[in-house]
């Protein structure tokens, strides 16, 4: 857990309300450059390696946290974006995993409501699976999470640029699925503008392979949408795959 956010209850809390601003742009992957509501202009931190396709442009309103540690180069980390329609994009990817496990922890997700004991960064081989889950007289079960913000027209697309971690995250799912347990890709759909979901062939045909032949084999492909405020972000509701 982060030094500036908690899990309380189902949702991811943010411990104060989060400040607003107005992008001026992002740069080396890991910067942005940001102006406050007082006129001054800030370097806040990117916590996003993706290409950020569609949620980035300049002009648009940002949410951002304060760190309390006095070490850091920058204080501030970029939290959310509002694209010209309204539309909240969680731009912080270290928050899939943290909104899901809160969703896990409250049986907010119906496919894994039956599971009780939940463990995170589960070492299975070279990597670590994100959720490793167990129940009773339930075959265990193995999570993948993947943050999802490309948006267009109100369908989400993933990835936003091509992954080869990904396409090693579904071939390890279809290992697992291979074994007889339970293995599952979670998509956290973090941009309140999608309504439905499918995998980006035409931006990693190799990952959308991967994936095909994962589900196969039994890998089970969810995703979930979110809900935003400024005080937390909230794991919503299930969200279809397109045909």
């Not at 993706?50 to 949410?63: K, S």
């Not at 959310?80 to 896990?104: F, R």
């Not at 027209?153 to 990835?159: C, I, Q, R, S, V």
């Not at 309140?192 to 959308?208: L, T």
């Amino acid at each position: 857990m982060s030094e500036y956010k908690k899990e309380s209850g189902s949702v991811l809390k943010f411990e104060s309300p989060l400040s607003k601003g107005t992008l001026i742009k992002r740069y080396k992957r890991f910067l942005a450059d940001v102006q406050l509501s007082n006129g001054e202009q800030i370097t806040v931190h990117c916590p996003n390696t993706g290409a950020m396709t569609n949620c980035a442009e300049p002009g648009w309103e940002v949410f951002l946290s304060e760190s309390a540690n006095k070490k850091r180069k920058y204080a501030h980390t970029w939290e959310l974006a509002k694209n010209e329609q309204g539309h909240y994009i969680g731009i912080n990817t270290n928050n899939a995993n943290k909104i899901v496990k809160a969703a896990l922890a409250h049986g907010k997700i119906s496919e894994l409501a039956q599971y009780r004991k939940i463990t995170p960064e589960l070492k299975v081989g070279d990597s670590r699976i994100d959720f490793y889950l167990q129940g009773d007289e339930l075959p265990d079960c193995y999570v993948e999470v993947k943050s999802m913000t490309l948006c267009e027209n109100g369908l989400g697309l993933f990835p936003d640029t091509v992954t080869s971690r990904g396409t090693k995250h579904a071939n390890e799912l279809a290992d697992l699925a291979k074994a007889g347990h339970r293995a599952v890709l979670l998509f956290c759909a973090q941009h309140s503008g999608i309504r439905e979901f499918k995998i980006a062939r035409h931006i990693d045909e190799k990952y959308a392979l991967a994936v095909e032949e994962a589900q196969k084999v039994g890998v089970e492909v969810i995703c979930y949408s979110c809900n935003f405020s400024s005080d937390f972000i909230e794991l919503a509701h299930s969200v279809s795959i397109a045909d």
